[in-house]
């Protein structure tokens, strides 16, 4: 168990829709990331925060928005939903900027 | 333009043998290199990093991993492989001289054949 919590682990909706992602990371680690892994695309770095700001962008769609709440926890959220957004989408938390981060067990998005 | 490769999508080893999944990185300035493993409907697992020092980097599992600055590579490696050692690895790259992006590779399956 690496500490870092996300929810929903399975998500199926409609194309149009949004849906919101929730990632509690490990206690103390003040910095949450976000990735999408499909199998055509690998492992695609979205976006980072840090203590509650953004820190670096990825290749996260303007459709896509995140937020690092004050109590650390992170949400990422996806609007306007496309059969193409259907993938894993990971968070992970690191104490600071340059350790090694650990991941959550995922949230599975499929768009039908 | 900064990437990390992992030449080989999948390394067939039989068990007992030793094992080595390859990676090569390209950033500016000194690297910080991790190596993570990834279990099937699982979350990537941390297995060991290089940040300076001792090139030959000791991790989880009896894994380790060799710095070569001058062929700009990472290479994963274990003496004797077990089959539970099946899965899916990628190696991951943080500039230091950057902003805090880590740039994973594309992942090598790793099967070991019993």
């Known amino acids: 168990d690496s500490g870092v919590t996300q929810t929903p682990k399975h998500l199926i909706t409609a194309t149009g829709q949004r849906v919101t992602l929730r990632c509690s990371p490990r206690?103390?680690?003040?910095?949450v990331y976000w990735y999408q892994q499909s199998l055509d695309q690998g492992l695609q770095f979205l976006i980072q925060?840090?203590?509650?700001?953004?820190?670096a962008k990825g290749n996260i769609l303007e459709r896509f928005s995140a937020q690092q709440f004050p109590d650390l926890h992170s949400e990422l959220n996806l609007s306007s939903l496309e059969l193409g957004d259907s993938a894993l989408y990971f968070c992970?938390?690191?104490?600071?900027?340059?350790?090694?981060?650990?991941f959550g067990e995922g949230s599975r998005l499929t768009v039908l | 333009a900064q990437s990390v490769a992992q030449p080989e999508d999948q390394v067939n080893v039989a068990e007992g043998n030793p094992l080595t999944v390859k990676c090569t990185y390209s950033?500016?300035?000194?690297?910080?290199l991790f190596w993570y493993v990834q279990y099937p409907n699982r979350g990537l697992q941390f297995l060991l990093k290089?940040?300076?020092?001792?090139?030959l980097v000791k991790g989880s599992y009896g894994f380790e991993a060799e710095f070569n600055k001058s062929q700009t590579s990472f290479h994963l490696k274990k003496p004797s492989a077990l089959v539970s050692d099946s899965a899916l690895y990628f190696c991951?790259?943080?500039?230091?001289?950057?902003?805090?992006?880590?740039?994973f590779g594309k992942g090598t399956r790793l099967h070991i054949l019993p």
């Open positions: 991951a790259v943080r500039p230091q001289n950057r902003d805090d992006k880590i740039i």
């Open positions: 925060y840090y203590n509650g700001e953004e820190r």
């Open positions: 206690s103390g680690d003040l910095s």
């Open positions: 950033v500016s300035g000194n690297p910080y």
């Open positions: 992970a938390s690191s104490v600071a900027l340059v350790g090694e981060l650990f």
């Open positions: 290089y940040i300076t020092g001792d090139n």
